[in-house]
């Protein structure tokens, strides 16, 4: 083998061998458009997504993370809050960690094209990506955020009608391996004895989420509660709670009164006497299902009601499905409710957004044949 490597003629052989891949490798011009392109024609549906929001509309709300004093001009620039936030969009949207958000952004042309970005540009990196959502937290922005997108779908013609439908989801967290004493010291409100001395040990506790039993299986966690409209099926008002508190305690806090329609479906769960004459009160059309006891069952008449009342509602039951599969909602992976209350607001808002996007498509795109 030596012998051959020191041989010139094949040295010079291999040589040019390599400088023909090299340049079969090297892309054309056209190249990435026609990549980009076929990707578009397949089904990316980010390009459209960039379209029809109005990204530019949240950078009043985003400004205030970089509204601080510089030292020096010296050192990098922050990158830009728009898109930061876009980048949020898209670990929302394909459920992603913060370093395979790095990853896929410097990986793929369509998550750049989305971006605004070209393979030579800087890509913020996942630290950067987390001290941003850290600063949403801090500033309390996520909730500002989801109403100025409302506005948008107002915009857009996108009003909500034909009633609300009203329910909750749970969205795990990883479990904490706690004893008996120490989740009843955490539910009063105080730190179990011996965690302020272990920190990293207490660093990993979730003191916020808490556990509650659904079906006969025990949940651990928080839950996302939504409010839809029955026309378009988009998310108009949501709140985070831990995972014990009833879903009926939130009611009052989702009811959307710019809803056209005074028509309200939501599970037995929410349904009691007071409810009924409050919302009678009110102006509403209860559509709430109606819940039977060991005392006394549903007679026909009543199942046949709830039956036509749960086409309407199982509406809602599309959006958590929607969440589960296509955006990974079953476990959130974060530390107290704050940062909770964020992810799953991101959550909420990039199901809206692909809910427009889906709205606003071109019939004969969204419906072939």
């Not at 990204?55 to 205030?64: E, G, I, M, S, T």
């Not at 990098?76 to 969009?89: A, N």
């Not at 459920?95 to 800087?122: A, C, K, W």
């Amino acid at each position: 083998h030596e012998g051959i490597s020191k041989n010139p003629p094949f040295r010079a052989e291999s040589q040019r061998l390599n400088i023909e891949r090299a340049k079969r490798m090297q892309p054309g011009f056209f190249d990435q458009e026609d990549r980009l392109a076929k990707l578009e024609k397949l089904g990316d549906p980010l390009p459209r997504l960039d379209s029809i929001v109005d990204w530019q509309a949240f950078r009043p709300l985003l400004k205030v993370i970089h509204q601080k004093q510089r030292k020096s001009k010296a050192g990098r620039k922050p990158h830009d809050v728009t898109l930061m936030f876009k980048m949020l969009v898209l670990q929302a949207l394909y459920n992603l960690s913060d370093d395979q958000t790095e990853f896929q952004v410097r990986d793929r042309l369509s998550f750049q094209r989305f971006l605004g970005l070209s393979p030579e540009d800087t890509v913020p990196d996942a630290k950067t990506l987390w001290l941003f959502r850290e600063r949403l937290v801090r500033h309390g922005l996520m909730d500002k955020l989801f109403k100025r997108f409302d506005e948008q779908l107002w915009q857009s013609g996108l009003v909500p009608k034909g009633g609300q439908i009203i329910d909750a989801s749970l969205v795990s967290v990883p479990k904490n391996r706690n004893t008996r004493d120490e989740n009843k010291q955490i539910k009063d409100g105080k730190t179990p004895d011996g965690w302020d001395d272990k920190p990293n040990m207490k660093r990993q506790k979730d003191e916020d989420a808490r556990w509650t039993k659904k079906h006969g299986k025990s949940h651990y966690g928080y839950k996302n509660h939504i409010n839809i409209d029955k026309d378009h099926k988009l998310i108009r008002r949501y709140a985070v709670t831990d995972a014990s508190v009833h879903d009926s305690q939130v009611f009052d806090d989702l009811l959307d009164d710019e809803n056209g329609g005074r028509s309200i479906w939501a599970d037995s769960a929410y349904r009691s006497e007071a409810r009924e004459a409050q919302l009678r009160e009110q102006g509403y059309k209860s559509r709430i299902h109606r819940k039977g006891s060991s005392r006394r069952g549903l007679d026909k008449r009543e199942q046949a009601t709830n039956h036509r009342r749960s086409k309407i509602r199982a509406r809602v039951e599309h959006v958590f499905g929607d969440q589960r599969i296509r955006q990974g909602s079953i476990l959130v992976r974060t530390k107290g409710k704050v940062r909770a209350t964020v992810k799953i607001g991101l959550m909420n808002l990039t199901y809206s957004m692909r809910r427009l996007e889906f709205l606003l498509r071109p019939q004969s795109a969204c419906c072939p044949g």
